[in-house]
């Protein structure tokens, strides 16, 4: 009976949510015209966008493709925003990773 109880304990360990994040990544390409100052890859169900995965000193150029890779997430789902050196926001809500990469055009930009 001790036997099954670990056993069922090891089982329900491998199982959890820790156990099955994965490494998952997004391809980012700017199309705006315009170089982006700032990236932020959220899960979607975030309250609030994480931290710039550009720092302080990387510039994504027009034209240009960055690979975000998103490690310890269970889910695929994801919201992606740029800023401009303007100031100007591009947004993609709900993004599929496993599915889609994201081009950000100005047609994304957000007032």
Not at 18 to 40: E, K
């Amino acid at each position: 009976m001790k036997m099954l109880r670990w056993a069922l304990l090891a089982a329900a360990l491998l199982v959890s949510p820790l156990a099955m994040a994965q490494q998952m990544y997004v391809d980012v390409t700017n199309r705006t015209g315009f170089p982006i100052f700032q990236l932020f890859v959220s899960p979607a169900d975030a309250g609030d966008w994480e931290e710039d995965v550009l720092g302080a000193s990387e510039v994504l150029g027009d034209g240009q493709t960055k690979r975000i890779t998103l490690n310890g997430y269970t889910s695929p789902v994801f919201d992606i925003k740029a800023t401009d050196a303007d100031g100007d926001s591009y947004i993609r809500m709900g993004v599929n990773v496993r599915n889609a990469d994201v081009v950000f055009t100005l047609g994304d930009i957000q007032s």
